[in-house]
Nanobody
């Protein structure tokens, strides 16, 4: 059973930065896609960023140019660097791992809260 544990969330002022980390219990290289999703109160969970095993990245339009997904295979950790944060970025952020390239991820972390104050 794979476990994903997020950390790095917190309270930040608008314009600030945070870096989220997702530590996996196994090799992240075994997954085809690692990703970050978020869910704001009263809204559906939405994709934020993904990275394939080959390094191809994909971002939601709302975060392009501000967020960067990266990974350290040696540490089995995926990161989400978030810059120029806005109040609309407030949400619970979830790490995900998928063994396939389409459809919903196979594994989810427990989530970490990010709150951006105006």
């Amino acid at each position: 059973q794979v476990q994903l544990v997020e950390s790095g969330g917190g309270l930040v002022q608008a314009g600030g930065s945070l870096r989220l980390s997702c530590a996996a219990s196994g090799s992240i290289f075994s997954f085809n896609v690692m990703g970050w999703y978020r869910q704001a109160p009263g809204k559906l969970r939405e994709l934020v960023a993904t990275m394939t095993r080959g390094g191809t990245t994909n971002y939601a339009d709302s975060v392009k140019g501000r967020f960067t997904i990266s990974r350290d295979n040696a540490k089995n950790t995926v990161y989400l660097q978030m810059n120029s944060l806005k109040p609309d970025d407030t949400a619970v952020y979830y790490c995900s791992a998928a063994t396939h390239y389409v459809g919903q991820p196979d594994y989810w972390g427990q989530g970490t809260q990010v709150t951006v104050s105006s």
